[in-house]
């Protein structure tokens, strides 16, 4: 599905990403981890073209992003950000359907399509009608994924969606989440920098150090053939205490 | 927008321009009670010739009504001939009333004759202090340097005023400073002040128990009453000129210290003295046309309304796309932002006297300025409300797949309105405030009163253009409050409410 050559990205001279060449398979969950400033949150809004490379090129289906077809690309994708990135001045409902109706699609259809995510993502239709900040975290996750699937993407990409929620809620999400992607079937990348929740949610993991790809695979690959020292500690420094707690 | 913006700028042009398209007689007047009077004299002999004539009242100083006059804004006024060949043609020194004649007529001006009296600059104090320090002439002066003097700002400015005074007696006081004239006349009598500029036909003299002093090195020139007229008067409208012409040798100078009289000491209005004058030397019958205080408070409300709505509406037309710039082009947005910043600096008086040659007198230079001062608020706080929007909210919308034109109108302006609107407000009560300036060039408005009352010493006056103006821009600050309840978002409004039954 896309397809990233040899991408360099830097800001103000600090590298973000650095000659990274990486596919993403359609119709599976991809996700990206590594420790903060690893370039996994540059890499992910490159897919959209929200970032440009430096040098290199992104392709989506083959094709390299450029400004000709950025925006037809945004329009197959679905995006959620940490806290959900809704538009404080607009209610639950306004935030999903503003491309829809934007695209003047019928009110009918939009409708149809807004109760059918309720369902979908657990969100009660009473609240449809709060603003974001009438609502909880954990809604305006809801109320954002909604949003993201609005226009039925054939990519859903997540930053970070449950970095800002408390533990007990984001748990929930995560089977909601791990439900959600196996119901619908379609590319997902999700970036985290949990690899318990990277884990439990992806068929294939990315590991990003310092702009660059680490390894790629799955974890019991990352334990069992670490591709580097750096693997070995990042798994174990991510590995809970809970079992050297209990034991003692 | 852009196209709206142009359609509300041609209607300030049209609104600035059409005062002058009907052919009525325009008479303008100096903002002193005397040259109002007078202006009212002029008017009241063309409507008895049966002409449709009016009054622009006490539009401001020399320069104004001279220029006023040779572009054609006003058809005549009475100057004195003092003033103009000390102050507009200072530099061809006219010496003879011949000279004064021709250099008028160059500019298409018709000096008609001597209205009959003149008014002579003089130096005054209060009779007793000129008995108890000696002092008889100007040159005595000279023995006093801690003598507080106060002057009219034009007296202060003027070649023929305090400058040339103090170098031709060399006068050594320090403490001078530049008044409103009538405030001086009220310091003086208070005790505030020793000396001040006088008009020798002026009501206040006797009024106040001052002393004129003599001139004895025959510094001030004649200030020969004069009336002027367009040329082109006579064939726009040749019974005008002859209406007009009748003022000529029929007012001396105790009958013009009377009339000044009428109005700064027995309060009448200009209108009614000039009137009775008209009816008792010439026996002319003019209707007066008397206003009731509430009938001239909607009139003034209305020319005030007019001057802050149609300013700021224009302002906001073309502020707002300036703004948008701004935030988009961040380098031109910085010249930007400093160019409205200039306009704001410019000194009201002075913007307004800039305006005058170019849009002529009455609401135009006041709608214009009103209009640059209206900018700068806006502007900015469009900027400052676009800017400050987060980034991870215009990402999403980017992400959606937007356009650019849709995430601004859906997404950038909702959430800057209320910064947008804040600027909007500061805007109008400065425009509300700054409008009574606008009377200063024949606006009109609550400004009106204001100046007149100052001019006639009458505080009633005074707080009938001050009152409703303050609170008119109380009114306006409290009416946008109210308007921020509507027009804003309400998600912009609600506080964040955690539903504890309900945490997802």
Known sequence: MFRLDDVSKSYDGLVAIEHLSLTIAAGRTTVLIGPSGCGKSTLLRMLLGLVSPDSGTVSVDGAILDAANV?????????????????????????????????????????????????????????????????????????GLMRALMLDPEVLLLDEPLGALDPMIRFELQEELRALFAQLKRTVVLVTHDLAEAAYLGDTIVLMRRGRLVQQGHLAQMLEAPADEFVTRFVRAQRSHLGSAGAS | MMRTAWLLLSMLAALAACERRDTAVIIGSKSFTESVILGEVLRGLAQDAGLPARHQQALGGTRLLFNALANGEIDAYVEYTGTLGSEIFAQQRPQSQRDLEDLLAARGIVLAGPVGFQNNYALGMRAIDANRLGIGRISDLARHPDLR????????????????????????????????????????????????????????????????????????????????????????????????????????????????????????????????????????????????????????????????????????VVALPLGILAARQPRAGQYLLGLVGVGQTIPALALLVFMVPLVGIGAGPALVALFIY??????????????????????????????????????????????????????????????????????????????????????????????????????????????????LPAGLRAKRIQDPAHPL
């Open chain 1, 71 to 143: 925006a037809s690309v945004r329009l197959r994708a679905g995006y959620v950000i940490q806290q959900g990135g809704l538009f404080p001045h607009l209610t639950a409902r306004q935030n999903v359907c503003l491309m829809a109706n934007h695209l003047r699609w019928p009110p009918e259809r939009t409708a149809a399509r807004l109760a059918e995510l309720a369902a979908l993502t657990h969100f009660s239709a009473d609240r449809l009608d709060r603003y974001p900040g009438e609502l909880s975290g954990g809604q305006n996750q809801r109320v």
């Open chain 2, 149 to 316: 003097l106060r002057f009219g700002n034009e007296f202060m400015d003027r070649a023929d005023g305090w400058p040339g005074l103090q170098a031709a007696y060399g006068l050594p006081q320090r403490d001078v400073r530049g008044v409103e004239h009538d405030l001086a006349y009220r310091s003086l009598a208070a005790g505030d002040a020793d000396l001040t500029d006088l008009y020798t036909t002026d009501a206040e003299i006797d009024y106040y128990g001052l002393r004129a002093l003599e001139d004895d090195r025959g510094f001030f020139p004649r200030y020969e009453a004069v009336l002027l007229y367009r040329a082109d008067l006579a064939q726009r409208n040749p019974g005008a000129v002859a209406a007009l012409r009748r003022i000529v040798g029929v007012v001396d100078e105790s009958e013009m210290a009377r009339l000044n009289a009428a109005v700064k000491i027995d309060g009448r209005s200009e209108s009614a003295v000039a009137a009775t004058f008209l009816a008792e030397t010439m026996g002319l019958r003019t209707t007066l046309r008397t206003e009731g205080r509430i009938e001239r408070l909607f009139r003034h409300t209305r020319e005030h309304l007019l001057l802050v709505t149609l300013s700021l509406s224009v302002a906001i």
């Open chain 2, 374 to 487: 209206s900018l700068l608020p806006i502007v900015r706080n469009t900027h400052a409300g676009l800017t400050g929007i987060p980034p991870a909210l215009l990402e999403s919308a980017d992400a959606l797949g937007l356009p650019r034109g849709a995430r601004l109108r859906r997404v950038e302006l909702p959430l800057a309105a209320p910064t947008i609107l804040a600027g909007i407000k500061t805007a109008a009560v400065i425009n509300v405030g700054g409008a009574t300036l606008g009377a200063l060039v024949g606006a009109g408005g609550y400004g009106q009163p204001i100046l007149t009352g100052i001019r006639l010493d009458d505080t009633a006056l005074i707080l009938e253009g001050a009152v409703p103006a303050a609170l008119l821009a109380v009114g306006a600050q409290w009416l946008f409050e109210r308007a921020e309840g509507y027009l």
